[in-house]
Each structure stands twice: as C-alpha cells, then as structure tokens.
C-alpha cells in the first residue's frame, strides 16, 4: 500500500498542504457528532498523528475509533492547531483490521509486570516502542564506532565444543532422544551429531582472538547463551553480546576502547532518539538525561581491586556477602561502589587471578591479572575485559593449574606459538547497555522473549 511515514508527515514541513496517505493503529480517538479526532501511530516515532475528520463531509466506520484498529488515511497536512506540528485533515479513513474490545493495550496505566505476561503486544506500548527504538539505534551506532575505528565484523560460531571456561553453564546441543541408553557419557556423546559433547557458546571470545591475531581489530556482536540459574533483574539464558578483540593492546587500550565506544553510543542514542529520551526522563529514570550527557563529557573512573576491597571494608553499610581480599566482586558491592562512591562508571582494575578466567595476563606481582570490569550506577558490572595472556608458557602454567583439558585447547595454544603478541578485549551485555540507557530497571523489559529460567514465552 503507497503510504508515507507518520515520521516524515511530523517532520517534513515542506509536506505542509500536500495531500498523503498514512497508515497506522489508533492509539487514542474522541469522536462527537460533528467531528473525530484519531491519534495514530506506526510506529516510526515516538509523536503520533492527529488525523482530524469532518464529519458532515465524510462518514466514519465507528471501527475505525476503536483503540488498537489499523486504519490507513488520506488527506491534506495542514499545521496542527496546538504546537509547531502537524496534522492531518482527512479526505478518507479506511479501516484495514478492527480490534475488539478485549484488546489488552488500554489507555489506562498497566504494569511492566502484566506486560511481560504479552510480549507479542507490548511492543505497541509507548514505553515499549521506545524501548525498541533506542535499541536498534544503540545498536547501529555500535556498528557505526567500530567500522569508523577499522574494527573487522566477524562472525563466530554459535555451536561450540569449548566451554570459554569460567564464563558460565553451557547449554548443551543434541540430537540424541530423550531415553538414548549408553553405557558411558563418552559413548553416549560419540552417538550424538557431532561425535563429542557440543554446546551454545558462552562467547565468542576465543575464536575472537584468532581473527584479532590476523585482521588486527575484530569485534563480534551477536547472541551469546548461558544456563544461569539465577532469577536476577540482569541476567537472561540469551543476551546479545558484543566482544572487540584487539592486537598489539595491553589493558590500557582495552580500557580507552571501551569508554570511547560506550561515549560514541550514548551520543548517538541523545541525538538521535530526543523524544524517547524525554519519556524515559519523565516515567522511567529521573535525571536519566543528566546522568548520560555527564558520561559522554567526563572520564569514567579507574580502581584498583585491592583498593576497592579496602574502601567496601571501610563502608558504613551492612553488605550481605562479606569483603575480603580474594573475594569477588557481588552486585551489591559493585553498586556501592558506583553509586554511593563515584557517582558514574568505575573501571575496576586487577583482579586476584584465583577469581578469573585462565586467559587473562598474569601481572608481575604473581597474584592478579589484567582484568577489568566495568561498573555502572543502576546495574553494576556492564563490560568484562582483559588483557590476555601472550606468553605461552605463564599460559599453559595458568591451564594447567585449572585442571584443564589441554588437548581440546590445542588451536588457541597455537596463537601463543606462533608469532604470540600482546591483545586484550572486552565483552559488553547489549541488554544491560539498553538498560542503563533507557533506566529501564530489568533485563526483561528490554527483550523482544527475554529467555531466563523456566520461562521460554
Ligand atoms: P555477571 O558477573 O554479571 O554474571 P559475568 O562476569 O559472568 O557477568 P562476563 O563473562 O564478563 O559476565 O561477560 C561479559 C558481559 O556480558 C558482562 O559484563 C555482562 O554485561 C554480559 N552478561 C554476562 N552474562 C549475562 C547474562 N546472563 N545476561 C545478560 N548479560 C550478560
Ligand atoms: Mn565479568
């Protein structure tokens, strides 16, 4: 059907007085004998449009008026009678679907709760589609910084034999039938489509780190799965996962990346998503717009992990985890720190090796490694990273002191053998990232189907 966009019609003055065909799905109407006013959306901004019938020239299908219908309608854009907008005078309205009265998206304030319940409608919530659009833009943008940046998309696989150790439960992938009988996991895997134990991937870090060792500057941004069997407001069994990998950086670079980035996406999700910004402002985070223009115009802080340990110990606050050197870092920690310290986002640096993964580089003092998270009011950890260890040797050391299965390593050891440099990357949560952008306060609410424990909607 030949329609323009409700976007254009609000934007475009120069369609003032021209005639156009819009469609869309009406959000509100008021209808009087004489004339009905249909508010209509299509999803392609935040601001619908007011589509004005006269009544004595044109006869209105009273389900056209229905909250939830779709309507295509054509008419003339004349200035709005309120504000610098504009509206649309209609020569025709045409009703393309009715929508019955049992539509479960009224005007009246519902909860984020109930909403969960139709994920197949929220989206037609105005906190929703806004939601969805800040999230395409940030994701856009993402792409953008890292093509400007001459960061190489690569595309890793889903399906994985190695388990990226230490970073989460694996989902495991078969074919094998539910009451396959064998006398051993070795046979029963064997029997199975790829003739060993396979799984989703966790990350895309490690075959990261082969790209990054050829083409320089790589990232990934897709879905990464873990079987978390956690019921936390950040958690999801599904999360999209964006992973830079970049050769010849030591923890520093790994760091100024990642601020660079996070800066150039939440200018662009500013600039370019005013209207959602503005609601999320007003219904969602108070101060949501202050605290991100504060983010793209200062630094973003650097603790080091043992200091962190002293300043959580010299809290006034009650942690329900107890703090000790060696202990890692919980959520409430993490929040404490961000939120009651800094006010903005930390960097924490160094973490005790005993409480990271094998690939991270051992720093000289034999006790941590260069590791970072970073942390963020509202959420805490966003971005895990490091920098990876380059030298062969500290490297088996560190796999072997971990009980690993070196055998199944042998590819990634071979980065170490042959022309070994120093890398380091990140991993950010794209979920957790809209999140802290919208101050939507659970993961869930920033998914299409959010996937967590028992719930696969
Ligand atoms: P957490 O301690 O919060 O569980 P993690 O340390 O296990 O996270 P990493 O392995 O460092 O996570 O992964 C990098 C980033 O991916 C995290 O900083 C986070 O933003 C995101 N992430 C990890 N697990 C999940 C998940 N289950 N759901 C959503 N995002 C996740
Ligand atoms: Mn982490």
């Known amino acids: 059907m030949k329609h323009i966009d409700i ?44 589509v004005v019938v006269d009544k004595s020239s044109l006869s209105l299908d009273p389900e056209c008026t229905k909250c939830g219908a779709s309507v295509a309608a054509t008419g003339v854009v004349v200035k709005a009678f309120k504000g610098d907008g ?5 020569e025709s309205v045409t009703l393309l679907g009715r929508c019955p009265n049992d539509y479960p998206i009224q005007k009246k304030r519902t909860t984020l709760e109930f909403l969960r319940g139709i994920p197949h409608l929220r989206l037609r919530t105005n906190m929703f589609s806004a939601v969805f659009r800040v999230r395409s833009v940030a994701a856009q943008a993402i792409h953008r910084y890292f093509h400007e940046n001459r960061f190489y998309y690569i595309h890793t696989p889903l399906i994985t ?23 051993s996991e070795e046979a029963y895997y064997k029997e199975d489509f790829f003739g060993q134990k396979a799984g ?41 996962h964006v992973e830079p990998e970049i050769a010849f950086a030591e923890l520093p670079e790994v760091m100024e990346v990642a601020e660079d980035m996070i800066k150039y996406v939440v200018r662009a999700v500013l600039e370019e998503c005013p209207a959602e910004m503005d609601f999320f402002e007003r219904f969602v985070e108070n101060g ?12 973003f802080a650097v603790l080091d992990y043992t200091d962190a ?3 959580l110990k010299k809290a006034d606050v009650k942690f329900q985890f107890p703090v000790e050197w060696g202990c890692d870092l919980q959520t409430e920690h993490e929040k404490y720190i961000t939120e ?27 006790k941590t490694v260069a590791a970072t998270d970073l942390l963020v009011p509202g959420i805490g950890e966003i971005i895990g990273g490091s920098e990876r260890e380059a030298d062969p040797d500290k490297l088996l050391a560190a796999m072997q002191a971990r009980g690993m299965d070196l055998a199944s390593y042998e590819q990634y050891l071979d980065l170490r053998k042959f022309g070994t440099a120093p890398h380091g990357g990140f991993g950010l949560g794209f979920d957790r990232f809209v999140m802290y952008v919208t101050g939507m306060e659970n993961i869930r609410d920033v998914v299409l189907f959010p996937r967590t424990v028992k719930n696969i909607m």
């Not at 034999?161 to 495991?172: H, I, Q, V, Y």
Request: hydrophobic share 40%; aromatic share 10%.
């Open 7 to 50: 976007a254009t019609v609000l934007q475009d003055k120069t369609l003032l007085g021209s005639k156009v065909t819009v469609c869309g799905w009406v959000r509100t109407s008021r209808d009087s004998a004489a004339v009905a006013f249909l508010e209509l959306t299509d999803g392609t901004s935040f601001s619908r449009l007011q």
């Open 86 to 90: 504009a509206e649309l005078n209609a």
């Open 161 to 183: 034999a190695s388990d990226c150790e230490g970073a989460g439960e694996m989902f495991r992938v078969t074919t094998q039938p539910w009451n396959a009988a064998y006398d």
């Open 200 to 240: 989703l991937s966790v990350s895309g870090q490690l075959e990261g780190e082969v790209a990054a060792m050829a083409l320089g500057r790589i990232y990934t941004f897709g879905p990464s799965f873990r079987a978390e069997n956690s019921n936390t407001t950040r958690h999801l069994a599904e999360f999209w």
């Open 288 to 299: 949501l717009k202050a605290k991100l223009s504060n983010i793209v115009e200062s630094s």
């Open 309 to 311: 340990i002293e300043l």
């Open 340 to 366: 009651q310290v800094y006010r903005k986002p930390v960097f924490v640096v160094n973490y005790p090796k005993e409480i990271k993964s094998f690939y991270m580089k051992q720093n000289a003092d034999g």
